[in-house]
């Protein structure tokens, strides 16, 4: 099994639809993230968490939400899709400490029509 | 002025060449350096850290030059394999969460 799953791998939704990205994680670690990457651009920090009681925004939070449901689980939302929203989407994991790289998910690649 | 900042390439090059990537960086109080290797359509993963004396694995060496504040990737002897795009992180000041992706440089081994 992957370190870091995530679901769906494809989705296709419509403008206004409600959509949940899911993420697990048996790294053990406390530190969780979600990321989209568009073409030319790097990858953005849209939330982040550090435990289960803490979740902070990132760079672009506008339009998402997510919940920490477990230590090894994080999901992302959306709570009204539209179409800039295209975009692959990376949940990753680290260990605490400043050293530690991530750990990706395979990604979601959700497009929205 | 970018946080980090990477030639998007392409770099173009014959099997077995050696080929350097630079990346530069905005804040000089960064602490941690990563350059991850990213597969098309697949996600990003670690390469190697990057540490202040310059760190080796196989093929591949990492330098850091905090005087200029850039660190470069040096891949020796490539091979098809190493064809990717090369992905340059570094994170804020010390304590901070933010890890800056640069938006990577893409190299192609040709046979």
């Known amino acids: 099994d992957a370190d870091v799953t995530q679901t769906p791998r494809n989705r296709i939704t419509k403008t206004g639809k409600r959509i949940m990205l899911e993420c697990s994680q048996t790294?053990?670690?406390?530190?969780m993230y979600w990321y989209r990457q568009d073409p030319g651009l790097g990858l953005q920090l849209i939330y982040y968490s550090f435990d289960v009681k803490d979740i902070n925004k990132g760079e672009i939070s506008d339009g998402y939400s997510v919940s920490r449901q477990a230590q090894a689980k994080f999901s992302l939302s959306l709570e009204s899709a539209i179409p800039n929203q295209t975009a692959l989407y990376f949940c990753a994991t680290s260990g605490s400490g400043e050293n530690y790289g991530y750990t990706f998910g395979s990604g979601t690649r959700l497009t929205v029509v | 002025r970018k946080e980090v900042e990477q030639d998007p390439g392409p770099f173009n090059v014959p099997e077995g060449a050696t080929v350097a990537f630079n990346c530069t960086y905005s804040?000089?109080?960064?602490?941690?350096f990563f350059w991850y290797r990213q597969d098309c359509r697949k996600e990003p993963k670690l390469l190697m850290s990057v540490y202040s004396s310059g760190n080796e694995d196989g093929r591949f060496t990492a330098q850091l030059n905090r005087a200029s504040q850039y660190i470069s990737l040096l891949i020796r002897d490539s091979k098809l394999s190493d064809s990717a795009t090369y992905l340059c992180?570094?994170?804020?000041?010390?304590?901070?969460?933010?890890?800056?992706f640069g938006t990577g440089t893409r190299l192609k081994v040709l046979a």
């Open positions: 804040n000089s109080a960064s602490q941690s």
């Open positions: 992180v570094v994170n804020g000041a010390s304590g901070t969460y933010k890890y800056i």
């Open positions: 790294k053990g670690h406390d530190r």
